[in-house]
């Protein structure tokens, strides 16, 4: 289930104002969270955050790895100065279902 996943992004938009969360409300992995942060790109967060052990990404699955704007971030309603501020993060719970 997606428990911990809607617990953290609550948590999160409570502890860093004008953050936003994407996909929510939709169906969507239980383990993993896509977020626009409010300020500062994306690459600062993701060094620190790998460095902690965290499985980060900086935007949609389906465009890791491309230097192109991600198409599927386009269609969620992201504009192209936000996605350098898109993160990805996933944790260990929750593989394989939706919630």
Request: positive net charge.
């Amino acid at each position: 289930s997606g428990e911990f996943r809607d617990q953290f992004e609550a948590d999160l938009v409570d502890c860093l104002p004008g953050v936003r969360i994407l996909g929510g409300g939709a169906k969507r992995l239980g383990n993993t969270s896509m977020f626009i942060l409010p300020e500062h790109k994306n690459l600062r967060w993701l060094t620190r955050l790998g460095r902690r052990g965290f499985a980060v990404s900086t935007g949609s699955a389906c465009s890791a790895g491309q230097g192109n704007p991600s198409r599927v971030m386009q269609a969620m309603g992201c504009r192209f100065e936000e996605m350098g501020r898109v993160l990805r993060i996933s944790g260990g719970g929750g593989v394989g279902g939706l919630a």
